[in-house]
């Protein structure tokens, strides 16, 4: 059974067109029929004007008597005749002249016709007739004249042009419905064909396209559109595909290395002390192995969007002078100076313990990346409206083709040294995510004098406003600043 609601798209739009074509033909067809109706009676009108004039022209006065003069050449059986007919009344009612067809039309009187001219249409002798009644003055004395026509003529011309309209109408109905299928049909053909396309395109196949012949009009657009989410779906599937391949690799490296002490271990008899570095050796792999497990569940949590961030006005001088005092240790090792330049009052309202971790890491490689001895700046400022925090470091910097993929997931730039430093190359993509979910944005450029800058942008909590900058140095090893 047909059911709108799961009816095609063509379906529906050829009844709408039809239902439309319906109701505007109807409207047309009502309104051509009114239009002319009204000019077939003004017509009539016209004519009896004519014959009221003709008949008063006939009228004249004898004896003190109103008289009406009969053309000799009239036939009686003028078919002419019959339709129309000339009367000549007294204001009193009495008929002074009647033709021979008006005989047919009632008496005049009482209805009366002195109040004016004026139009009827009556029924008379199984006839209709249009009638124009006029009083008019003969020679000073006021008579009634009422000339008609009968309305036959006009009528079956009426009727002619109704049966035309009545019969055309279903025929220009059924030939709009079918043109109206034909051109939903196609308009909708592109979508089939885009739908096969879309259909061919699998998971294995996602490099392939629609194509889009012409990506002006919608159906291009929406090709446009589709096209576009099967990139980024590409993107998704390869970047999932590279994620998998990068955590397994990084997974074995140390299984590898645990198996390999077991196997030296076990190969032949060690002394006790011996086993217990080969067993701290393994408990280092596994440390190393239990806090990459745990960055990838927390990267994956945050992809889920399970972590819930909780949000408050935090000071970012504050935060960033706490994230360096944490991490001076590790730049004294090194004999690095850490120089905090803040702005005083720079507020932004953020999960705090997330921007922390995404400044500890920036700061963290800043450390482990510029050499012994050099100088990290950290600085705190409001730039257009924006709270901004820059770190920058005398390391080798970052070449700019790499810049874009560098807070990509198992990223390095020198496997071996990061790795070497500890780094999983997930450090800069749990920072991104941390400022990303906080509304902000990580990026990294070069140096003024090398190095490389990492700056976060946060927006500001509605209620900052800056103070003077405030710069602390933090302790550098051996008391050098
Ligand atoms: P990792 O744990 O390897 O440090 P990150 O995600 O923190 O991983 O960094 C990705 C890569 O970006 C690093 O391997 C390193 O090559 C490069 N990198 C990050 N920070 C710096 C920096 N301050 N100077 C130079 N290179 C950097």
Do not use: C
């Not at 004007?49 to 022209?57: H, I, M």
């Not at 194509?211 to 002006?216: E, F, I, K, L």
């Not at 030296?264 to 190393?288: F, H, I, N, Q």
């Amino acid at each position: 059974m047909f059911r709108w609601s799961t009816a095609s798209i063509r379906t529906r739009l050829t009844s709408w067109y039809v239902l439309a074509m319906f109701v505007l033909l109807a409207v047309y067809a009502a309104t051509t029929f009114a239009a002319v109706r009204h000019e077939f009676v003004e017509q009539l009108d016209d004519q009896l004007d004519d014959d009221l004039e003709s008949a008063e022209r006939r009228l004249a006065l004898s004896d003190g008597r109103v008289i009406w003069m009969t053309e000799t050449s009239q036939d009686p059986d003028d078919d002419t005749d019959r339709d129309q007919s000339q009367e000549v009344w007294s204001p009193a009612g009495e008929s002074i002249y009647r033709s021979l067809s008006a005989s047919a039309l009632p008496a005049l009187f009482p209805d009366g016709g002195m109040s004016g001219r004026r139009h009827d249409s009556i029924a008379a002798g199984g006839r209709r007739w249009r009638t124009l009644t006029a009083p008019t003055l003969v020679g000073g004395r006021t008579v009634v004249v009422r000339v008609a026509r009968a309305e036959d003529r006009m009528r079956a011309e009426l009727r002619e042009v109704l049966v035309v309209l009545v019969l055309g109408f279903p025929l220009v109905v059924v030939l709009a419905g079918f043109g109206g299928y034909v051109l939903a049909r196609r308009a909708l053909e592109p979508i089939d064909h885009l739908a096969a396309d879309a259909r061919r395109i699998t998971a294995e196949r996602l490099h392939e396209r629609l194509s889009v012949p012409n990506d002006r009009d919608e159906i291009g657009r929406l090709a446009a559109v589709i096209n576009d989410t099967f990139a980024r779906l590409e993107a998704s599937f390869e970047q999932l595909r590279r994620f998998t391949a990068d955590a397994s690799h990084e997974l074995r490296t140390p299984l590898s290395v645990i198996r390999g002490i077991g196997e030296a271990g076990l190969g032949e008899t060690r002394t006790p002390a011996e086993y217990k570095e080969a067993m701290g050796s393994m408990l280092e792999e596994v440390d190393r192995l239990t806090s990459l497990v745990d960055t990838l569940l927390r990267l994956s949590h945050g992809d889920a969007g399970r972590v819930r961030l909780s949000p408050e006005p935090v000071d970012l001088g504050e935060l960033a002078r706490d994230v360096v005092s944490s991490l001076v240790l590790l730049a004294e090792e090194r004999r690095q100076r850490v120089v905090v330049e803040v702005t005083s009052g720079v507020r932004v309202k953020v999960d705090r313990l997330v921007i922390r971790e995404a400044i500890t890491n920036v700061l963290d490689n800043a450390i482990k990346y510029g050499p012994d001895g050099s100088r990290i700046d950290v600085r705190v400022t409001i730039m257009s409206d924006e709270a901004v925090l820059t770190i920058a470091d005398e390391g080798p910097g970052i070449p700019p083709e790499y810049r874009d993929r560098l807070f990509d997931r198992f990223f390095r730039i020198d496997d071996g040294r990061s790795r070497d430093r500890g780094g999983s190359g997930l450090g800069l993509a749990i920072a991104k995510w941390a400022v990303d979910v906080n509304a902000g944005q990580v990026s990294a450029e070069a140096g003024t004098s090398g190095g490389s800058v990492f700056r976060i942008v946060l927006p500001l909590a509605s209620t900052t406003k800056a103070d003077r900058p405030i710069q602390t140095v933090q302790p550098a090893a051996r008391g050098e600043l």
